[in-house]
C-alpha cells in the first residue's frame, strides 16, 4: 500500500529577514511599516520578483475577519507565491491571527495527495521561518493539526485496491503499535456471538468476511478517568449495495472512509502534541457490495442493543455500521460520543460542501458548537432531532425503519435513527461531513478532499474539557 509520506518541515521563529529566503509572504494591515518598502524603489505590486531572486507576496487585510475567511486568504496567499523548488520560505505577519493562518496554510499546501503515476514527485524539504508575533505552543498545535489533516487526506484519497477493509485494519493495528495506542479488532465472527446485527448486515456483502470495527485508545491523561469516544464510519468503496449506485454516482465512493480517517487524523494530531486527554477512536471497516450475502430490501435485522430495525435501501449502510458502533462506544460511558460520517446527500442539499452538519443530544452544546466551528475556520451549522421526526422512520414489522427515500430530511432521519442506538446519558455529537470534499478546497487546503474535521476537533476538546 502506498505508504503516507509526509514532508520534511523546518519551522524556525526569526527577528531578522533571512539572507537565503527564497520566498518571502507578508501580510499587513495596511502597507505603511511593510518590509517589503525597503526592498523597493518604485511601486509595491502584490506579487514581485525581486532583483535577488526571492520572490515576494504583499497582502493587506483587516483584523477583523472571520477565521475562515483569514484561512482562505491566507491559503490565496502561500498558493499564488511559492514556487515548486523553493526551499525557504518566510512568513511575515504583524498581527498574531494572521500569522498562524499563514502557518496553517503554508503547512497544508506542503502536503501532496498520493498518486500512482510512473513520475513521483521528489520529497519536498523546506524551512519555514516565522517573522512576526506567534507563540511556541500555537505553531505546535498549527503544526499537529496539519499533520493530522494530512493525514485525514491521504487516507481518504487511496483508492479502494489499496485501501480495503483488511488492508485498513492493518494499517490501523501498525499505526496503533507506532504510536503507542492500546488496540482491540473486534473481527466478524467475534461481532456475530456479540450479536452486531447492523453492522453485519452490510459487513456481510464484504469479502471474506474481513470487515471489523477496531477500537484504538491513547491515553494522554492516566489521572483522569474522562474520555471522549471518536467515531468514525469507514467504508472503504461503497457500491451502494443492491440498490446499486447508478451513472457516475459510483465515483470517488472510495471516500467514504473518510468518517473514520478524521477519527485518525485527529488522534494522530493529540498524540503529537502529548494531549493530556483520553481517547478513544471507534473505526467501522467494510465495503458495500452486492454478492450472494450481501442484505438487500425487506429484510429485518437485531442490533447488538436489541433494536430491530426494518431494511428498506441498501445504500443507506452508513447509518447502520454506525449503529452498532454507537453502542459499543457508549457503553464505556465516555464523557462525550462525536461520530464523523459522509452520511447523507441530504445535509449537502440543505448546506452545499462549505459547512457540515452537526446535531446533538446535548442541548447546552447547540451554541458553544458554533462558536468551535467558527473559531477553527472549519464550519458546522446544527439541525433540530427532535422525535416527532421518529414519524418518518416508523415501520409496521420492526422498531424502527432504516431511512424512508425520499424525504428531504433524510440527515435528521438518520440522526434521529443513530440517537437510538446511544447509551441513556451519554452526551453525543453527530458530524454529517458534507464538507469532506469541496471542489477547490475549503478554507487553509487547497485540495478537494478537505480534511475537514481535524482543527474542528481539537477546538472541540476546549470546550469538552
Ligand atoms: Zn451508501
Not at 8 to 25: E, G, M, R, S
Not at 268 to 284: C, D, I, P
Not at 423 to 445: F, T
Request: proline share 4%; with cysteine; charged share 20%.
Amino acid at each position: 500500500m502506498k505508504t503516507f509520506d509526509y514532508p520534511q518541515l523546518q519551522l524556525q521563529q526569526v527577528t531578522t529577514l533571512p539572507a537565503d529566503a527564497d520566498c518571502c509572504i507578508e501580510w499587513r494591515e495596511t502597507s505603511e511599516h511593510a518590509l517589503i518598502n525597503q526592498h523597493l524603489n518604485g511601486e509595491r505590486r502584490l506579487r514581485q520578483l525581486l532583483p535577488s531572486g526571492v520572490l515576494w507576496s504583499f497582502g493587506k487585510a483587516p483584523k477583523t475577519v472571520s477565521e475562515f475567511e483569514r484561512l482562505t486568504l491566507a491559503r490565496a496567499m502561500v498558493l499564488g507565491a511559492m514556487r515548486k523548488d523553493d526551499r525557504h520560505l518566510v512568513l511575515i505577519a504583524d498581527d498574531a491571527d494572521h500569522m498562524q493562518a499563514l502557518l496553517s496554510a503554508a503547512l497544508a499546501a506542503q502536503y501532496e495527495l498520493p498518486t500512482f503515476k510512473k513520475n513521483q514527485p521528489a520529497k519536498r524539504e523546506l524551512t519555514i521561518s516565522l517573522l512576526g508575533p506567534i507563540d511556541a505552543e500555537t505553531i505546535s498545535l498549527r503544526q499537529a493539526e496539519a499533520e493530522g489533516n494530512a493525514y485525514t487526506r491521504y487516507l481518504t484519497a487511496l483508492p479502494a485496491n489499496e485501501l480495503n477493509p483488511w488492508s485498513y485494519r492493518e494499517l490501523i493495528e501498525e499505526l496503533a503499535e507506532t504510536e503507542g495506542w492500546e488496540c482491540k479488532v473486534y473481527r466478524y465472527k467475534e461481532l456475530e456471538k456479540m450479536g452486531a446485527g447492523a453492522f453485519l448486515a452490510v459487513a456481510r456483502g464484504s469479502m471474506n468476511k474481513e470487515a471489523s470495527i477496531v477500537r484504538v485508545h491513547y491515553k494522554g491523561n492516566p489521572d483522569s478517568v474522562d474520555t471522549i469516544a471518536l467515531v468514525g464510519k469507514g467504508v472503504t468503496m461503497d457500491t451502494g449495495g443492491y440498490n446499486l449506485k447508478t451513472g457516475g454516482s459510483m465515483f470517488g465512493m472510495n471516500g467514504d472512509m473518510n468518517g473514520s480517517a478524521v477519527v485518525l487524523g485527529n488522534m494522530l494530531a493529540a498524540t503529537r502534541r502529548g494531549e493530556k486527554v483520553n481517547m478513544t477512536g471507534w473505526l467501522a471497516l467494510t465495503d458495500n457490495h452486492i454478492g450472494s450475502g450481501a442484505y438487500h430490501a425487506n429484510e429485518w435485522v437485531r442490533a447488538l442493543n436489541g433494536t430491530t430495525i426494518e431494511v428498506v435501501d441498501t445504500d443507506a449502510e452508513g447509518r447502520m455500521i454506525l449503529a452498532d458502533t454507537l453502542t459499543l462506544a457508549s457503553r464505556e460511558h465516555p464523557k462525550a460520543v462525536i461520530d464523523y460520517a459522509t452520511l447523507t446527500g441530504a445535509c449537502i442539499a440543505a448546506l452545499s460542501t462549505r459547512y457540515s452538519g452537526v446535531f446533538t443530544n446535548h442541548e447546552p452544546w447547540f451554541l458553544p458548537l458554533i462558536e468551535a466551528g467558527k473559531q477553527s475556520g472549519e464550519r458546522i451549522w446544527p439541525f433540530p432531532i427532535d422525535a416527532d421526526y421518529d414519524e418518518n422512520i416508523k415501520s409496521n414489522i420492526a422498531d424502527i425503519q432504516q431511512c424512508n427515500p425520499g424525504k428531504s430530511s433524510d440527515h435528521i432521519d438518520a440522526a434521529r435513527f443513530l440517537s437510538r442506538f446511544i447509551e441513556p446519558n451519554v452526551p453525543w455529537v453527530h458530524v454529517d461531513l458534507a464538507s469532506a470534499v469541496h471542489k477547490g478546497g475549503l478554507a487553509h487546503v487547497s485540495t478537494d478532499i478537505t480534511g475537514f474535521g481535524i482543527r474542528l476537533t481539537q477546538n472541540l476538546f476546549k470546550m469538552l474539557f
